[in-house]
């Protein structure tokens, strides 16, 4: 699934425009993009939780030379599932 099909998903569902469902969308993913650059979690009880994760700096070889190279430390976005979601997954 993808932007395009969730929006019509929520079109139908709620019988509103897909240009109106496409704009709901992006500012709910606006908004979580938004807390997490403030340091927040964005936690949605049910289904998960996006939060920040700092990766140390670490030492690595390229695949092609065999050179070393040194992997600089940086942020990742990290999500949990939440209980609810997670029982909605067949193993």
Not at 2 to 21: C, G, M, R, S, W
Not at 39 to 62: D, V
Not at 63 to 89: M, S, V, Y
């Amino acid at each position: 699934m993808n932007k395009t099909d969730l929006a019509y998903t929520i079109a139908e569902k709620l019988n509103i425009p897909k240009v109106q469902a496409g704009q709901a969308i992006s500012a709910v993913f606006d908004a979580i993009a938004e807390a997490l650059k403030r340091g927040e979690k964005a936690q949605f009880i049910g289904f998960g939780t996006f939060s920040i994760s700092r990766r140390k700096a670490r030492a690595a070889r390229n695949p092609r030379t065999g050179e070393k190279i040194e992997i600089p430390a940086k942020n990742t976005i990290k999500f949990k599932a939440g209980k609810e979601l997670d029982h909605h997954i067949e193993r």
